[in-house]
């Protein structure tokens, strides 16, 4: 009988899903929330009825859920997606044991104008819909098995607020974190590495405490550092430290001899594991991330990491993730990051705003080097709504705070404070600068401020003449690197954007023989009469260029750090060149689905060592059309072109050429390309004529993923004839069925004008290929999708989904 009693009384503290709490607990709060549209301030109360809304899992966008439609042209700029007003509701219950404790609500991002209220009572306000926040719950809450309700309103009505898509909602992950009176603060443990060497680093932590107590303390602190495996490197134990006011900062000094260094090419990672004590007991634990490594960027030289020169080879991104939109999900990020990875990208640029810490931690772990940007506009507006309504009362806070959050991921480099910010053209621009900048010196001075700047001239940037930036970033305007080193004498200089090209997937027009550029006005626009632009790398905006003249005035200019260009994935809204029906980005290396352009090609012969050989365009044409081959190669010093086994040539790269290329008179059957290397066979590759299309090909990126309710598998699909070559124009309307444990979260086929929904069981294929995202249940088993097409052979894929 005195075990059954016992077993009762650990259920009773153990109400929906916490354990009694340790010394700092941390609980995912991302479950069972209920989601309504209907605006009704009473939804703020523990009275309030709504059994009628719908029950969801967090992080959650509401816009990527609905329709394209000229009705949400006002957010053209942003996807053409509806946006509006929600409200979120959470009812959970907290354990006797708890009340003693201090207990917080952590929101890592809401989009926008979210509003926060428990069992009634008001918390705050938070405008942005990028920053990272939290609120105290402990004085409000109800303890044992009365319930609790969190209500969260967000209001994203008001628009244009941005020039991308935002998404909607709660987007971002929310945690519970229960703690000691006496605490580690949010983001309170910031290692730094004053001396790093091979044979020695030094190691600086700062610990920021919180004291709840209401009267003074003494507290110990230990400081111990683990490497991969979690094995002890160092510790450092302090005693006896006076806490005498509601905060207390304090600094401990630890080194590793002969220290594993972080590189792009071996991410290595140690931990800080924090620890606070009184009387011997341990009342706080906190873990924070360390990677040690050094860096320079000289005037002359451009960048180096540990000693090594070395060029930053990296992309812009902005947050959305396709047919997924703003929701984070990890999976969906490591995919991207393991595509540009294989491409040679080793930079993220977060354009323009805080991104989500989880792609940061990714960024730790594979090796990239991040421009971290906190802001797109200041004071002065980009869009009618905008965060520039909400600078003066909120920018010093949420910088404050963006830096804190971020200021341990080893991958960021750099702080840029702004992007083609339009106080640079007048003297505002000297005084926010430098006020921006104090405040990111003032929190870690240990990286350079930069901001990305559009005017090279300097008597026409403001910015610049603050003199308050470490490292100038420039966007475009390639053609003015030759005069930087005179114009802009002893600075240091990174390509903060370039390229700005455009290309749909599998699209090709015959090239020119100059560069294409967009028109500035889209109502006069030339159109491709199906809203595509050329696959060939020859269409540019109008305020930019193609990739490769973009990359090789930053290869030839040894004082530039090196590149983010713009973009890595092409994304929802800026749909330039072209008005509706157009709804993405046509910027992007890769296209929305995740399948590489063909320019893709290019910059993994140039930023990789391994052999390359792509050949271009697809080999169905009309007969005796004159089609305009193009190959991009590495490793090998020439490549011969063959046509159904007869040599059309051999040719080679010149010193600033980053493809060969030639005309050919089309005729059915093969072109073959053959790269050699002091005349040895590289590379070979060919494209043959397709025939007609006979049936779908299934593959998936994974066909093993983790039953955790969140674990995705994309799944290609490719129109092919019966020989199993991809019908390059093939658009039938695939329909996919799903059975087991998992469901379908997204459909995509990467084309920018494509107005079928991305939360569909169908799509239809563009230029061949279209893609079906699988999410994992929390059941392990098996999840079976069909693909079907009418007049095609229908294919099955299986999933495998574990613990």
């Known amino acids: 009988m005195k075990k059954f009693f016992y077993i009762l009384l650990l259920i009773a503290i153990s109400i929906d899903g916490f354990a009694q709490p340790k010394s700092r607990e941390t609980i995912n709060f991302n479950k069972s929330w209920k989601f309504s549209f209907e605006n009704n301030e009473k939804a703020i109360t523990n009275q309030f009825n709504d059994a009628n809304w719908r029950v969801l899992n967090l992080p959650h966008d509401w816009s990527i859920e609905g329709q394209f439609s000229e009705q949400h042209l006002s957010t053209t700029q942003g996807g053409a997606l509806p946006t509006g007003l929600a409200w979120y509701r959470k009812s959970f219950s907290m354990p006797m044991t708890a009340q003693n404790k201090v207990v917080w609500i952590e929101f890592d991002g809401v989009y926008r104008n979210s509003e926060v209220w428990i069992n009634g009572h008001y918390l705050g306000k938070r405008p942005s819909g990028y920053t990272s926040f939290r609120y105290g719950l402990s004085k409000f809450l109800k303890f044992g ?243 520039s309504s909400d600078w003066t009362a909120w920018h010093q806070k949420d910088l404050e705070d963006f830096i804190k959050r971020d200021r341990n991921h080893p991958s960021i480099f750099m702080w840029s404070i702004g992007n083609e910010i339009r106080e640079q053209f007048d003297s505002t621009g000297i005084t926010i600068t430098k006020e921006l900048a104090q405040i990111v010196k003032k929190l870690d001075n240990t990286r350079l401020v930069t901001s990305a700047l559009t005017e090279n001239v300097p008597d026409k940037n403001f910015i610049f003449q603050s003199g308050a930036l470490d490292l100038l970033g420039f966007n475009y305007k390639h053609e003015g690197y030759t005069d930087f080193l005179k114009n802009f004498p002893n600075q240091k200089f990174i390509a903060s954007e370039t390229a700005s090209a455009l290309e749909s997937r599998g699209r090709y027009e015959m090239p020119q023989e100059n560069i294409q550029f967009s028109s500035r006005d889209v109502k006069t626009q030339t159109r491709n009469a199906d809203w595509t632009t050329s696959a060939y790398d020859n269409v540019a905006a109008y305020w930019g260029t193609t990739h490769e003249e973009a990359w090789k005035a930053v290869k030839n200019a040894h004082f530039i750090s090196g590149t983010y260009v713009w973009t890595g994935f092409d994304y929802l809204g800026e749909p330039h060149p072209y008005p509706w029906p157009a709804r993405s980005s046509y910027f ?38 004159t089609v305009e081959v193009w190959a991009y190669y590495s490793q090998a010093d020439e490549v011969e072109l063959f046509l159904n086994d007869k040599s059309l040539g051999i040719r080679k790269k010149g010193v600033n050429d980053f493809h060969v290329k030639w005309s050919v008179n089309y005729e059915v059957g093969t072109l073959k390309a053959v790269s050699r290397k002091d005349g040895k066979i590289v590379l070979t590759e060919e494209v043959k004529t397709a025939g007609k299309a006979f049936k779908i090909k299934l593959s998936a990126d994974r066909q093993s993923i983790k039953a955790n309710g969140e674990d995705l598998s994309f799944i290609k699909v490719s129109i092919v004839d019966e020989n199993g070559n991809l019908v390059p124009e093939a658009n039938h309307l695939v329909n996919f069925s799903l059975e087991g444990v998992g469901s379908i979260v997204g459909v995509d086929n990467g084309y920018q004008a494509s107005l079928e929904p991305f939360k569909a069981n169908y799509r239809r294929a563009f230029n061949g290929l279209c893609l079906a995202i699988v999410q994992a249940s929390e059941k392990v088993g098996k999840i079976t999708l069909k693909a079907s097409a009418e007049g095609l052979q229908s294919d099955t894929i299986m999933i495998e989904t574990t613990k």
């Open 145 to 387: 098995k009365e319930k609790n309700i969190i209500a969260v309103k967000v209001d994203n009505s008001e628009q244009p607020n941005s020039r991308w898509y935002t998404g909607s909602g709660i987007y971002r992950n929310v945690r519970l974190v229960i703690t000691s009176q006496i605490a580690i603060d949010k983001w309170g443990v910031f290692a730094t590495t004053p001396k790093v060497s091979q044979e020695e680093a030094e190691i600086k932590v700062e610990v920021n405490l919180l004291n709840r107590a209401k009267k003074n303390q003494v507290v110990d602190i230990q400081n111990i550092i683990v490497d991969s495996g979690g094995k002890v490197i160092v510790s450092e134990h302090t005693k006896n430290l006076s806490l005498k006011d509601s905060t207390g900062k304090y600094f401990q000094l630890l080194k590793i001899k002969k220290p594993q260094l972080w590189s792009i090419e071996k991410p290595y990672l140690y931990k800080v594991i924090t620890k606070v004590f009184q009387q011997n007991h341990e009342i706080d634990v906190y873990e924070s991330t360390l990677g040690i490594r050094f860096f320079n960027i000289e005037t002359e030289k451009g960048f180096s990491l540990n000693g090594k020169p070395t060029k930053i080879q990296g992309v812009c991104m902005h947050h959305d993730l396709g047919a997924l939109g703003a929701a984070v999900n990890v999976r969906a990020m490591e995919r991207q990051l393991e595509i540009l990875k294989a491409m040679g990208c080793n930079g993220i640029r977060t354009a323009h705003n805080p991104p989500a810490p989880e792609i940061l931690d990714l960024c730790d772990k594979m090796g990239f080097i991040v421009m971290d940007e906190a802001f797109d506009m200041w004071k002065k507006r980009k869009s009618k709504k905008d965060y």
């Open 588 to 625: 992007g290396i890769i296209d929305l689905a995740g399948f590489p352009k063909d320019v893709y090609y290019m910059y993994q012969s140039e930023w990789t060592e391994k052999p390359v050989l792509h050949l271009l365009p697809h080999w169905n044409w009309e007969k005796g059309k």
